[in-house]
Structures are given as C-alpha cells and as structure tokens.
C-alpha cells in the first residue's frame, strides 16, 4: 500500500513538472513501441475481417463443415452453402429419376458443387491453420505480453523515481538538521531501496529490450502469414520499415 501511496505520488509530481521522469528505453526502443501496438490493431482488425469471411463455421472440424445436408445444424454452427446446394441438386436428380434428363444433369451439377465445396473447405482450414490462427496469436498473446512487460517497467521506473526523490530529500535533510546520525541513517535505508529499484529496472529492461528486438527480427515471419502455401518455403522478405 504504501508503495503504490508513493508511486501515485511521484506520478502526480512528474505529471506538473516537480519531479523528473527516468527514461530507460532508447528512440531505438520507443519506435518498436509504437509500431508494436499499431501492429496489433492493424492484425486485429484484419483477423476480424477475415474471419467473417469464411463461410464454414470457424473452428469447426471438415466433416462438421461438408457432410450435412442443411445450411444450419441445430447447435447453430453454419455449413458451406455450396454443400447444401449440391445435396439439394444431388437429392432433386434423384427424385426425377434417370429417365429424366433434368434429373441427371442436376446429379452431374450437384456432384461439381461437392468437389468445389471440397476445396472451398480445404481452403478455408488452411487459412485459419496459417494466417487466421497465427494473426491471433500475435495480436492477442504475443504483443499483448510485449506491451504488458511495459506497463511492469514504467512502475519499476516509478518506484525507483519516488526511491531516488526521498534519498535525495533525506540528504539535503542531513545538512540542515541537528539529529546527524538519525538522518545518515535514514538516507543510507533510501540509498538501498534506490540501488534495489535500479536493479529491478535493469533486469525488467533487458528482458523487455530482448523481446522488442525479437518482435522486430520476425517481421518477415509474420509477413508470411499472409502468403504460406503448403509444400512451398516462402523466400526472404525485404524490410519494409527500419529503425533509423
């Protein structure tokens, strides 16, 4: 309790200008920053589109997705329009008989609907399995624990100001107060809780600038989400941003 007391407290000084602000993170670091969470809200917003796209039921397994006869099942779970076309083509043909002319064309015509639903759903679970799964996973668990690791280290960062600001108080009390020894020891308890506040932003620093760097190495990687074809290893990929 009283450590968040004091880094609300520092954040208001820092806020209208009493106290100075530590920055730890270099421009180089700041710009992945931002690039980060426009990343993820640029694939946020594409997974979403995108899944709105398929006509199967996302998640669904293949045969939950090709083998009934209905456009809606009774769970709600939505199927290929073009299987149920195909079985209601199919069905007809066989309700007119092979006399019928109509009858065998609509066969023949509902079998071609099966094989493009085929696809049609081979295709859509690859997408999910490479690009929607993926994009998920980025915009939702990766960056989000990036960004969170942030959030940690701009407290650390606080609770080192306020740390510092009181050793710094303390000192000057040493000077113009009669009780010497108190106020020494005082200052030297401040002096440790700083060296302890710095040591937790270091490591919270290193560890945070290893995953930006990482997220920043694999832009390529994530590129790739959007054109992965099976059986076909996807060539290096020019950077389209740097850091300057």
Not at 7 to 24: C, F, I, P, S
Not at 84 to 102: F, H, P, R, T, Y
Request: charged share 30%; aromatic share 4%; hydrophobic share 35%.
């Amino acid at each position: 309790m009283k450590k968040q007391f004091n880094r609300m407290k520092q954040l208001a000084n820092q806020t209208v200008g009493r106290a100075e602000k530590t920055e730890v993170l270099s421009d180089d670091l700041l710009q992945i920053e931002r690039r980060m969470e426009l990343v993820r809200v640029v694939s946020h917003n594409t997974h979403k589109k995108m899944a709105s796209c398929l006509q199967g039921h996302m998640g669904a397994e293949a045969e939950k997705r090709h083998s009934v006869p209905r456009l809606y099942t009774g769970n709600g779970q939505k199927k290929l329009p073009l299987t149920a076309l195909s079985q209601a083509m199919v069905e007809g043909g066989n309700q007119l008989g092979e006399d019928s002319l109509i009858g065998k064309m609509m066969e023949v015509c509902g079998e071609v609907e099966n094989r493009l639903a085929t696809e049609l759903m081979q295709h859509e679970l690859q997408m999910e399995k490479e690009v929607l799964d993926p994009l998920s996973q980025l915009a939702e668990v990766e960056i989000p624990n990036i960004l969170k690791q942030r959030k940690q280290l701009a407290k650390l960062v606080l609770d080192y100001d306020s740390a510092r600001a009181r050793w710094l108080q303390a000192t000057k009390s040493i000077i113009s107060g009669t009780n010497t020894q108190a106020l020494t020891a005082k200052a030297d308890l401040l002096k440790e809780e700083v060296d302890e506040a710095m040591n937790k932003v270091e490591l919270c620093k290193d560890q945070l600038a290893a995953d930006m760097y990482s997220f920043f190495s694999k832009e390529g990687d994530y590129a790739h989400y959007f054109i992965t074809t099976p059986g076909w290893k996807n060539p290096p990929l020019e950077r389209r941003w740097m850091i300057t």
